[in-house]
């Protein structure tokens, strides 16, 4: 067991070498401007006729009048709308790289622009003396707010297919390479060290029966803190004294409600980014506090000199995804 290069798929780097790291397709955010359904455009186009109907109700006498102011706010304000979706359908994607509250603010300002491009076609024809600019905009601006909300719930809709697909590729992320690598250095254990082989099995064996079993919606951070102290007393042995790993955990936080498999991504995370580039090893440091109503969960790795190329992103995406999932605004 002196010779961890025999257990490992990790080779020694040399200067200037960087280690090879498998292709990794990252996932488009998904547009939350997507306006380019019909069903959003119908949706959009009888909103709009509805509250132009009913604001021409205040201001009119009769029915004939009324007509004639709703035709009139009708011709201004469709195409202002027509427009606002035509845009957002067309930067969709363009827009989809913004974090979400910017794309929020995108389309609340592309609806202020539509407020003014009503009140300037009224303006046009005759109907106003006296335009009211700022009240327009104001008026997209809401007309915009209330969209993306129908827009947001519309996306969020089917979040809970799109977790559990993730959900799925987080199960299968314990990598093929791990699992021989793990088999490996359990057979180099069988005569030298048998009780070390056989807890190094059965440690593999809870894993990956913890990684295929379901879970329903959520589980305890005491469970996962002890899923993940498996994954690392398997790590341990294949990298001995290059792993050193200090638990810091909170008692009173056990009971915390958080996704499943949520923590041992980021444990094997630490692992890849900090011990396996490195021939000195890495310090990893995993942590709980309570504090208050709220759980805080740390995991952190010390990184090699020039190795600290950031990664994908994929697990820390996916975590806050679900945790928003399970959480909402709390997560």
Not at 84 to 102: M, N, P, Q
Not at 236 to 248: H, K, M
Request: proline share 5%; with cysteine.
């Amino acid at each position: 067991m002196q010779d961890w290069q025999t257990l490992s798929t990790f080779h020694e780097l040399t200067d200037g070498q960087a280690p090879a790291l498998p292709r990794v397709q990252v996932p488009q955010k998904r547009p939350l401007l997507d306006a380019c359904h019909v069903g959003v455009v119908l949706r959009a186009v009888l909103l709009v006729e509805v509250v132009a109907a009913v604001g021409a109700m205040y201001v009119s006498d009769g029915w004939r009048e009324w007509f004639n102011r709703t035709s009139l706010l009708t011709a201004a304000a469709l195409p202002a709308v027509l427009l606002w979706l035509l845009v957002a359908c067309s930067l969709k994607h363009v827009l989809a790289r913004l974090a979400e509250t910017a794309q929020v603010l995108v389309g609340v300002g592309m609806g202020a622009l539509a407020g003014l491009a009503a009140c300037g076609m009224l303006q046009l024809m005759g109907v106003l003396q006296t335009p009211p600019w700022i009240a327009s905009a104001c008026t997209g601006a809401l007309f915009a707010g209330g969209l993306l909300a129908g827009l947001i719930w519309r996306a969020r809709g089917a979040l809970p297919a799109e977790t559990s697909a993730r959900l799925a590729e987080l199960q299968s992320r314990i990598r093929p390479h791990f699992l021989f690598n793990t088999l490996n250095s359990a057979i180099a254990l069988v005569r030298a060290e048998p009780a070390k082989a056989e807890a190094m099995l059965e440690d593999l064996s809870d894993l990956f029966r913890h990684a295929l079993q379901e879970h329903g919606g959520s589980t305890t951070l005491e469970a996962e803190i002890e899923l993940a102290r498996r994954y690392l007393a398997i790590e341990q042995v294949r990298f001995g004294e290059r792993l050193s790993v200090d638990w810091r955990v909170d008692p009173t936080a056990g009971q915390a409600r958080l996704p499943p498999l949520l923590l041992q991504p980021l444990v094997e995370n630490a692992v890849r980014h900090g011990v396996e580039p490195s021939s000195r090893g890495a310090q990893l440091l995993v942590s709980t506090e309570r504090r208050g109503s709220s759980v805080v969960v740390k995991v952190s790795n010390t990184v090699p000199q020039g190795q600290g190329e950031a990664g994908h992103g994929l697990a820390l995406a996916n975590a806050k995804a679900r945790l928003g999932l399970l959480h909402d605004v709390e997560g």
